[in-house]
């Protein structure tokens, strides 16, 4: 190994001279961490969502005042706020005014539907740049007309049995409201581990995964260069045995990865305030994650035939699998084929790692991804090192 380090670090001091690998490595990602935090970092922050809402209503009746009743228990509970409003127009008003992020209307003539049998409308009208806190207020609307069904169908079917007419007399004397019952909820105190990163987290390792796979093709791309400049086979000849050389590619790659991730977690931590969790579990995913970019990268690098093609094929597959392991935005495991696809990637293990370590979840949470990319860097390479054996090696 005396000979492979030699040539390592021969390497990364060259490499650090044209400063290639500083760019790619460390000020490419924190320059796009930063603007990517900037502008979407919040989109990924749980409790990110402003529920602010108005209230309209326009029948001023009991029920009708029932889901205003409702609104206002959940705002004492702290779980919302919410405004009155005269009119629709006026909390349009305030929607511009970002003071709310959506309003329900509860239309004229509400009770009137509701006790003849009719179709009571509630209206939702949210910002369109609100559109999670619309869908809230909107599924609030459902639930309560859900509760207004209950309240027909257990009216009509009261007056069914007792063979009488639908009339006010025989709403009374239902024990409770069906509508207000079928809305309950109940608040309780609990401990909830969100395996989620938030936005400044988020941005920051996920662009320190995808430019870990360009950062690692200056070593891996090494050994085609030595091979078009002619030098490949001096190092061959070479008393210092055929394996080191190659070693000594792979183990400037995996350096390269090391040095700029580790530059990456603790500047993120300080100019970004990312959290990215134990000490250790982060040690165990980047070097993890390191010996899979290289792993990968050295495939791509045996497999072609020029330095130039197996940098352009090397960044298109660093694109497809950044891309495709959520590195930009959040995939969803909503166990569609997409979802699924995700883990064929490290960028996505990786990022799943440090989601089971937020919270203060302790480094043992990150052994399944750790795992996970380590089967991936034995199998990629291994087949790096079958496919570069069949070619630069006797």
Do not use: C
């Not at 929607?95 to 509400?110: P, R, T």
């Not at 390269?256 to 931590?269: C, D, E, N, Y």
């Not at 959040?330 to 979802?339: K, N």
């Amino acid at each position: 190994m005396g000979a492979a380090t030699k040539i390592a670090g021969k390497d990364l001091k060259l490499r650090v001279r044209d400063r290639s690998a500083i760019i790619i490595g460390i000020v490419a990602p924190l320059a796009l961490a930063f603007i990517f935090d900037l502008v979407f970092g919040t989109a990924f922050t749980p409790g990110g969502v402003d529920l602010s809402y108005g209230i309209v209503d326009e029948d001023q009746t009991e029920l009708s005042g029932a889901l205003v009743e409702v609104l206002e228990d959940a705002e004492e509970e702290g779980i919302l706020s919410i405004i009155e409003f005269d009119s629709p127009e006026t909390a349009e008003m305030a929607i511009e005014e970002s003071a709310i992020s959506a309003f329900l209307v509860v239309d004229e003539g509400f009770a009137q539907a509701l006790q003849t049998g009719g179709e009571p409308v509630i209206e939702v009208v949210g910002d369109i740049d609100e559109p999670t806190a619309t869908q809230i207020a909107a599924s609030i609307a459902d639930q309560f007309a859900t509760g207004i069904e209950a309240a027909q169908l257990g009216v009509a079917t009261t007056a069914a049995l007792e063979g009488g007419p639908v009339n006010p007399e025989l709403i009374g004397s239902l024990q409770g409201d069906p509508a207000t019952s079928a809305f309950s909820y109940r608040l309780v105190e609990g401990s909830v581990a969100t395996r989620q990163l938030d936005g400044a987290t988020y941005v920051a390792a996920g662009m320190a995964v995808f430019f870990l796979f360009f950062t690692v093709q200056f070593g891996v791309l090494g050994l085609l260069e030595e091979e078009r400049d002619g030098t490949l086979a001096r190092l061959m000849a070479a008393p210092i045995g055929q394996f080191a050389v190659v070693a000594g590619k792979a183990l400037l790659a995996f350096a390269l990865g090391l040095i700029s991730m580790s530059v990456l977690v603790v500047g993120t931590q300080l100019l970004m305030g990312a959290e990215w969790g134990a000490p250790l579990g982060v040690a165990l995913l980047v070097i993890a994650g390191v010996l899979s970019a290289v792993g990968v990268m050295g495939v791509v690098a045996a497999g072609a035939k020029t330095a130039e093609g197996a940098g352009n094929l090397g960044s298109i597959i660093a694109v497809i699998l950044g891309m495709l392991g959520g590195v930009f935005f959040p995939i969803g495991g909503t166990g569609d084929l997409l979802s699924r696809l995700t883990y064929i990637t490290p960028h996505a293990w990786f990022l799943r790692g440090l989601g089971d370590l937020a919270n203060g979840a302790p480094w043992t949470a990150a052994l399944p991804s750790v795992g996970a990319m380590l089967v991936f860097a034995l199998i990629t390479g291994g087949a790096a090192w079958a496919l570069l054996r069949r070619r630069i090696l006797t």
